[in-house]
């Protein structure tokens, strides 16, 4: 029965085409593959273009698009990505030379991160992305593909309804981001509040597939979905870790960053990404046994610096060390750890609790008995270095950050 299916089941045949202007777009071209892939398409060849310029009609040149031609013929393709951002007439011209399909990387990372979204918000993200990526390209999009069939990004408005059709679009646009507003108003609420309790929040962030989620698994109990491909993790989940000094702070995983992040998606995204925005510190997970490690971590820091996260203290973790034959010196900010072998989490937790906590001060309180609510929040909330019940109350001696220190200034002694 299952095989029966599987044959029913027709896997996108597609060619991946791409115009190389400098040496980043190599290595982009075999992440451009992991993204086919991951959508679910089938890669079954690739044509690729030196240029000094993107051409504004083809995207690639027109004899290079004769190439691809024959390329299709010859493997029944039926599906043609191409590594950049295209116009609506670059989209539309290509696909009028060719007769299939024809998607670009933006289009693509939008289709993962539509068939990724699980929560209201996640989906509402997408959607405005997806709406507002396809408003500027209704030409391309709609004339030729209704004729060419289904799959990604394909319903098709003939000429006479694109008037229509985009008023239809800004309606919904509008629409999603009010409610998007509200959400995000809540998602504020909760982050005060977190703020109030005065829990540091550490904030995990990387590059896609670097090990973000096997971190937060392997720190704490929240079970995120870990999966060898590109964008397993949309949603952000927070957990709260005891460090070794007995602190406590919040630890947040979040979505990963990737190469020519379309913009309309880091748009959709932000109240998402803004986890990293307020975080307290972050953790940078670098998959050290990537070819191009220094390129992305590069990627990563443009994308903080965009959302301004660049100035956060921050450390980094390199991640996968069970793979290496040889392993750096950890120093204070570079921590080389494996989340899947657990190796070296002790001294990244140590790293956390230094960064966190550098402004303590040792400071002696004396809290009556009657206010047992202040006295746990500062359990929680500092190292206790000695506790005495006297007559009085409890005598406690505790290491404290600035906040907390304000927070019980009337219970010093
Ligand atoms: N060998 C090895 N593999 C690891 C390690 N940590 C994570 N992985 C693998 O790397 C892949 C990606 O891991 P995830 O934790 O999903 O990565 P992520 O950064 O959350 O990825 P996205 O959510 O997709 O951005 C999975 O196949 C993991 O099993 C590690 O320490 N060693
Ligand atoms: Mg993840």
Redesign the pocket.
């Known amino acids: 029965m299952e095989k029966i299916i599987n044959n029913n089941i027709e896997v996108e045949k597609a060619i991946l085409v791409a115009a190389i202007l400098n040496d980043s777009d190599k290595e982009s071209i075999e992440e451009l593959k992991e993204l086919a892939k991951t959508a679910g398409a089938e890669v079954v060849g690739e044509v690729i273009q030196q240029r000094h310029v993107i051409d504004k009609a083809f995207y690639i040149g027109r004899g290079k698009i004769e190439e691809v031609k024959h390329y299709i013929d010859a493997t029944n393709a039926n599906l043609v990505i191409c590594n950049d951002e295209l116009s609506g007439i670059q989209l539309k011209n290509i696909e009028d030379a060719l007769g299939v399909k024809v998607i670009d990387r933006t289009n693509l990372i939008l289709d993962i991160f539509a068939k990724r979204a699980r929560s209201k918000e996640g989906m509402l993200q997408v959607e405005l992305a997806q709406l507002k990526y396809r408003l500027p390209r209704l030409i391309g999009i709609g004339t030729e593909l209704s004729r060419l069939g289904g799959g990604i990004g394909t319903r098709g408005p003939g000429e006479t309804k694109l008037e229509t059709d985009r008023r239809h679009i800004r309606n919904r646009i509008k629409a999603i981001e009010k409610q998007l507003d509200e959400i995000k108003k809540h998602r504020n609420l909760l982050r005060e509040r977190r703020r109030k309790n005065e829990i540091p929040i550490v904030a995990i962030v990387?590059y896609?597939?670097?090990?973000?989620?096997?971190l937060i698994n392997a720190l704490t109990d929240a079970n995120v979905y870990?999966?060898?491909?590109?964008?397993?993790?949309l949603d952000p989940t927070s957990r709260r870790l005891t460090l070794p000094s007995g602190r406590n702070v919040i630890i947040t995983?979040t979505?990963?960053f990737i190469r020519k992040l379309p913009h309309d998606l880091v748009e959709a995204f932000k109240s998402t990404l803004e986890e990293a925005k307020y975080a307290d510190i972050l953790l940078h997970?670098i998959d050290i046994t990537s070819k191009d490690m220094e390129e992305k971590i590069k990627v990563v820091q443009n994308v903080l610096y965009d959302l301004g996260a660049a100035e956060k203290p921050i450390l980094n973790v390199y991640?996968?060390i069970?793979?290496l034959d040889f392993v750096p010196q950890n120093d204070d900010k570079h921590i080389y750890i494996?989340?899947?072998?657990k190796i070296g989490l002790d001294v990244l937790l140590k790293a956390i609790d230094d960064l966190v906590f550098t402004d303590v001060e040792i400071i002696e309180f004396n809290i009556p008995y009657k206010n047992i609510s202040e006295y746990n929040y500062l359990k929680e909330n500092a190292k206790i270095i000695e506790e005495k019940y006297g007559e009085k109350g409890i005598y406690v001696k505790a290491e404290v950050r600035p906040s907390i220190k304000y927070k019980l200034k009337g219970f010093i002694l």
């Not at 896609?208 to 096997?214: P, R």
């Not at 494996?338 to 072998?341: F, I, M, P, T």
């Open positions: 990387g896609t597939n670097a090990g973000k989620s096997s870990v999966e060898d491909k590109l964008f397993a993790t995983d979505v990963g997970v991640n996968k069970d793979l494996s989340a899947k072998e």
